[in-house]
């Protein structure tokens, strides 16, 4: 049985592309702590200049999500409600923080 061009080897392709650009986040991402949101503000507080990315998202549920990184490592944690930051970090708001 033949396919037309962009049949089912091309939906396979599709897939295997979209695989490995999923790897390729994973493994440009490095490590990424997924905690609790009282653990992430704890690494908040022992950095000395922190600079926290934060987004929020949510079609039904409001969400938001926060990163920082602290001694090489990312740490991310996901709120249903804003977290009120300690002291004064630097905060860049982004558009979406996607998480492979």
């Avoid at 490995?20 to 905690?35: E, N, P, R, T």
């Avoid at 609790?36 to 999500?65: N, Q, T, W």
């Avoid at 920082?68 to 804003?82: I, P, R």
């Amino acid at each position: 049985m033949a396919y037309a061009a962009g049949g089912a080897g091309g939906a396979a392709a599709a897939v295997a592309a979209e695989a490995a650009a999923i790897a390729k986040a994973v493994k440009a991402s490095g490590a990424i702590v997924d905690m609790e949101p009282e653990d992430f503000l704890s690494i908040v507080r022992r950095c000395e200049k922190p600079l926290v990315v934060a987004a929020s998202g949510g079609s039904f549920r409001k969400h938001y999500r926060y990163l920082v990184g602290h001694k090489g490592l990312v740490f991310h944690t996901k709120s249903s409600e804003q977290l009120m930051l300690p002291g004064k970090p630097e905060v860049v708001h982004a558009k979406k923080i996607w998480i492979p």
